[in-house]
């Protein structure tokens, strides 16, 4: 979009005679001597049309206008403290508390030196320029051209896409406001930067964003960021190291290089391109700059515990529920610092690279949906990308469950009976395993047993769509009914896909995963408290009894033997992709539900692990760990017929006990 056109055009003035008319002067006491024979022109028709049209925009402007202005007005009475818009002394201090109130994490607290712009290397504030506000130095505070464009773009999306903001009106924002997304707020935003506009030079602008740019985490400043991502005083940033940490601020924890390389590598090297764009970088510096490695440190911070993973996935959902903390935080969560050991421990002794299993995720849910232990991979120090959180994979048949769901809803029962046989959809032939077909069985030893076809063959009878909607239901949206779908050929996470799995165990109930209890401020003010929802039967007692008699059957003499724990009832299914690059156990017990999922981050395959070895092993490994010294409970089940296989047999059977009546 061009600059605006600043042309005045010259408004063509309506009460000029018109074209062709004579204008005679004559004296004021004329028209008293002659008042049959002088008259003034009567108003055109035309003219009428002019003076209502004149009348209505002009109305509606000043309607519109004072609408305007009463709506500023409005946002005004309720406008934030100005005060804390000089740099605090030190960065916030956050402590991450266990569901026990024992301490995960404490980050934070270190000196928070102001930011002179001169002693900065000048690739800094014009990556920051380049990047988020290119007419900084010649717009009032907000621009125009840039919130318009903005519009535009989310109107085309359908959602919120862009925000349009300005480096001062970020600022306002991370200094003054809260994360709510509303329109007051957004006017409250602009109208403090323009306040900080007449208060403030552009140099003392930037020099106090970059003093409380926030880098996610609680890492606030220039200074700290800095130090965080390269462990060296940001006076000694090169043109990439610049780019790199403006390119971060758009979404501090997706483009966190120490969790996102890809994502952080193209990043940077947009906000590169847009530097070369701007001329802020020369051909030669530009070429460097992109071909140079960027050496990044990994963030050293004093943790309690080796709950990294989960820590770092709590500070990322605090930004979004809080923002930039504006004083020290205490948060609360669902963990158990004992189960997390149990976790670690587990994932330690599983991971086998002589098998080429390399990676290793485990994610553990209690019935309310809270997250009481999290692994996201082998080791965290040599790489902290989430793998139970953002990893998104197949499932293999870990995802039947949601299958044989939803034929019991439409009607079927573990005993009906399905052959084990070749099958042909559209030229598709799926097949199993063991590359054998095993003819007759129940519902309830296909699933134990894994049988392919007969998943794909439920999944025809009952509907895909309805398999969607049964999925959906228990939590895990957007699947497409594909003909692969039975056979879990979509990506999901293992996260979602475990959480999914806790109403079996919670007696049906519906839950929304979750792993911060409450945020406190430094003074026991409360800033965010989860809401506990009302408890919802999302699952009959009868299909839940069915399907875990099923799944029970799965570790007791399926394909998940190795999940089996002495003493206690326990349920769950394994999953295994093509070519074992995926191996996966989804499984549960009355406390928990725990999912692990085995593979290589580059998708190679391994050496025929599948989900009833490793996986089903570490996951036998944490529970077992995890549940000691809790009693024993058993999972709501239901009972199956003696000696009746199938549908059939059970109404010969009755028909026999009908002859016997009296």
Do not use: C
């Not at 069985?441 to 398999?467: C, F, H, P, W, Y």
């Not at 190795?562 to 191996?583: L, M």
Request: no cysteine; net charge positive.
């Amino acid at each position: 979009m061009g600059e605006p056109d600043n042309t005045v055009v010259e408004e063509k003035n309506l009460l000029v005679p018109a074209a062709g008319s004579v204008a005679i002067s004559k004296p004021f006491w004329h028209k008293l001597l002659t008042p049959d024979t002088v008259h003034p022109p009567a108003p055109t028709k035309k003219r009428k049309w002019a003076f209502g049209i004149l009348w209505i925009i002009g109305g509606s402007g000043y309607l519109a206008a004072s609408a305007l202005f009463g709506w500023f007005a409005w946002a005004g009475l309720s406008m934030p403290d100005t005060s804390p818009l000089w740099a605090p002394k030190a960065t916030p201090v956050i402590v991450i508390l266990d569901r026990h109130d024992r301490v995960l994490l404490k980050t934070g607290g270190r000196e928070a030196k102001p930011v002179v712009l001169n002693e900065l290397p000048p690739a800094l504030p014009h990556a920051l320029i380049a990047t988020e506000d290119k007419r900084f130095y010649s717009h009032p505070g907000f621009d125009v051209i840039g919130l318009m464009r903005a519009m535009r773009e989310n109107m085309k999306q359908g959602r919120i896409v862009q925000g349009g903001s300005t480096i001062t009106q970020q600022l306002a924002k991370n200094v003054f406001l809260t994360r709510r997304q509303t329109l007051k707020r957004k006017t409250q935003e602009i109208m403090l930067s323009v306040w900080l506009e007449h208060r403030l030079t552009k140099l003392e602008i930037l020099e106090t964003y970059l003093s409380r740019v926030y880098f996610g985490g609680g890492t606030i400043g220039i200074e700290s960021g800095a130090q965080r991502f390269f462990n060296k005083p940001a006076k000694d940033l090169d043109i990439g190291e610049a780019a790199l940490l403006a390119g971060i601020l758009q979404a501090p924890d997706r483009l966190n290089p120490n969790k996102n390389h890809r994502a952080s590598a193209e990043r940077t090297a947009q906000v590169l391109i847009k530097m070369r764009g701007q001329n802020y970088v020369s051909v030669p510096e530009f070429k460097a700059a992109m071909t140079a490695p960027i050496l990044v440190e990994p963030y050293q911070v004093r943790a309690l515990t080796s709950a990294r993973y989960f820590t770092d996935d709590v500070l990322a959902q605090t930004d979004k529920i809080i923002g930039v903390p504006r004083g020290d935080i205490v948060i609360h969560t669902s963990l158990d610092r004992r189960a997390q050991a149990a976790a670690e421990l587990a994932v330690a002794r599983g991971v086998d690279t002589k098998r080429n299993a390399q990676q290793a995720a485990l994610i553990a849910f209690d019935g309310t949906g809270g997250v009481r232990a999290m692994v996201g991979g082998a080791s965290y120090e040599h790489s902290p990308f989430n793998r139970a959180v953002k990893a998104r994979r197949q499932p293999g048949s870990a995802f039947k469950p949601f299958v044989y769901l939803a034929a019991l809803q439409h009607g079927h029962r573990p005993w009906d009976i399905y052959t084990d046989r070749e099958i042909d959809i559209k030229g598709w032939k799926p097949g199993n395993f063991s590359n054998k077909f095993l003819g007759e069985m129940s519902l309830e030893k296909a699933l134990a047993l894994s049988v392919n076809t007969i998943a794909v063959q439920l999944g025809e009878d009952v509907g895909r769509d309805n398999i969607v909607a049964a999925a959906d239901m228990m939590g895990l949206p957007g699947f497409k009914p594909y003909a692969s779908l039975a056979l879990g050929a979509q990506e999901v996470s293992l996260y979602e896909l475990s959480a999914a799995y806790v109403p079996f165990a919670n007696w049906g109930k519906r839950v929304t995963p979750y792993s911060i209890e409450a945020i406190y401020g430094a003074d026991g003010y409360i800033l965010y408290e989860r809401a506990v929802p009302q408890a919802q039967q999302l699952l009959p007692r009868e299909v839940l009894g069915q399907m875990n008699l099923m799944l029970k059957t799965v570790t007791q003499r399926g394909t998940g033997k190795r999940a089996r724990i002495e003493g206690r009832e326990t349920a769950g299914k394994t999953g295994t992709t093509n070519d074992y690059r995926d191996a996966w156990f989804v499984g549960y017990s009355a406390d928990y539900v725990a999912g692990v999922w085995v593979g290589n981050d580059d998708n190679s395959p391994m050496s025929r692990v599948t989900g009833g070895s490793i996986p089903a092993q570490i996951w036998h490994d944490f529970m077992t760990a995890a549940l000691e010294g809790s009693p024993a409970a058993p999972l709501p089940t239901a009972i199956r017929p003696i000696g009746v296989d199938n549908t059939r047999s059970l109404e010969l059977l009755l028909s026999g006990i009908e002859k016997e009546l009296p």
